[in-house]
C-alpha cells in the first residue's frame, strides 16, 4: 500500500469513528438544518436535475433536503451500481428500489437515467480545499471524472456534519476537489486551489 493509501485508510477509521459518534437528536438537527440551507440556496433557482443519495450507516441523511428540492421542482437521481460505475436514476415517488449491495439501495432498472447538474456527495471526511474521502472504492471519483466530461457545468457539493472536517485529506492526482460543502451550519465554499490536477 501506498503513503497516501495508508494515510487515506487511517483517516477512514478516524472520520467514521467521529460521524458515528453524534447523538442521534444531533443527526436529526442536521439533516433538518440542511434542507433549511437548500431550501434557501439560489444556485437551485438554475438547474433541473440533483444527483442525491439515499444514506447508509452514520452518514448524514440528505432526504429532509431532497424533499426541499422536489418541492422547489427539481428532478432527483440517485446512484445505481451498473458494471462498477454509478448511473444515476430517477428518484421517484413510490417508484421501484433495488438492493445495491454494500446496504444501499437505488431506483431499479425501469428508471430513467438523468444526468445531473449538481451533484450531492457522500464523504466520511472533509478539508477546507474541498478534497474529500468516501468508502475508497472511487465510485464518486470516476462518476465525477465522467460527468464533467459530458457536463462540464457540474456542481459537486459535499454533504457532511462539521465533526467531518479534518485538516488535510490526503489527495492522488484521480481527487477532484468538491465545489462546495454542505454542512449543519451552512455551505462553504472551498479556498480556490486547483484540484490535484
Ligand atoms: N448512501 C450512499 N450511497 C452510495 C454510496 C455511498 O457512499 N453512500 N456509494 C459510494 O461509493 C455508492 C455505493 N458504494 C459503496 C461502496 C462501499 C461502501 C462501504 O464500504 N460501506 C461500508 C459500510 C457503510 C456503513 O455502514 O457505514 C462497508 O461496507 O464497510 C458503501 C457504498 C453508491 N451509493
Ligand atoms: N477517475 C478515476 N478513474 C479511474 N480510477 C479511479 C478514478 N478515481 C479513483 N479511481 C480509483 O478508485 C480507487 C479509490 O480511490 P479513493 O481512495 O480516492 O476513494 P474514495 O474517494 O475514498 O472513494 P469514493 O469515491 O468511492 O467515495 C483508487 O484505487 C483509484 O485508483
Known amino acids: 500500500m501506498s503513503d497516501i493509501a495508508a494515510a487515506k485508510a487511517d483517516l477512514r477509521r478516524m472520520a467514521r469513528a467521529r460521524r458515528e459518534a453524534l447523538t442521534p437528536g444531533a443527526r436529526i438537527e442536521a439533516a433538518f438544518a440542511l434542507a433549511e440551507h437548500v431550501a434557501r440556496d439560489t444556485l437551485f433557482e438554475t438547474v433541473d436535475v440533483v444527483g442525491a443519495y439515499l444514506p447508509i450507516g452514520s452518514e448524514i441523511d440528505p432526504r429532509p433536503a431532497m424533499m426541499a428540492l422536489a418541492d422547489r421542482r427539481l428532478r432527483l437521481a440517485a446512484p445505481a451500481i451498473v458494471n462498477g460505475d454509478l448511473e444515476f436514476r ?34 466520511l471526511a472533509f478539508d477546507r480545499r474541498g478534497a474529500r474521502i468516501g468508502y475508497g472504492r472511487g465510485f464518486y471519483d470516476r462518476a465525477i471524472a465522467r460527468l464533467l466530461a459530458v457536463k462540464p457545468g457540474l456542481v459537486t457539493i459535499g454533504l457532511a456534519f462539521d465533526a467531518q472536517e479534518v485538516a488535510e485529506v490526503p489527495v492522488e492526482p484521480h481527487d477532484r476537489f468538491l465545489d462546495r460543502i454542505l454542512t449543519e451550519s451552512g455551505v462553504r465554499v472551498p479556498s480556490a486551489t486547483a484540484s490535484p490536477r
Open 90 to 123: 430517477e428518484l421517484l415517488r413510490d417508484g421501484e428500489l433495488v438492493a445495491q449491495g454494500h446496504g444501499t439501495v437505488a431506483p431499479g432498472a425501469a428508471a430513467r437515467v438523468l444526468a445531473p447538474d449538481v451533484l450531492l456527495v457522500p464523504l
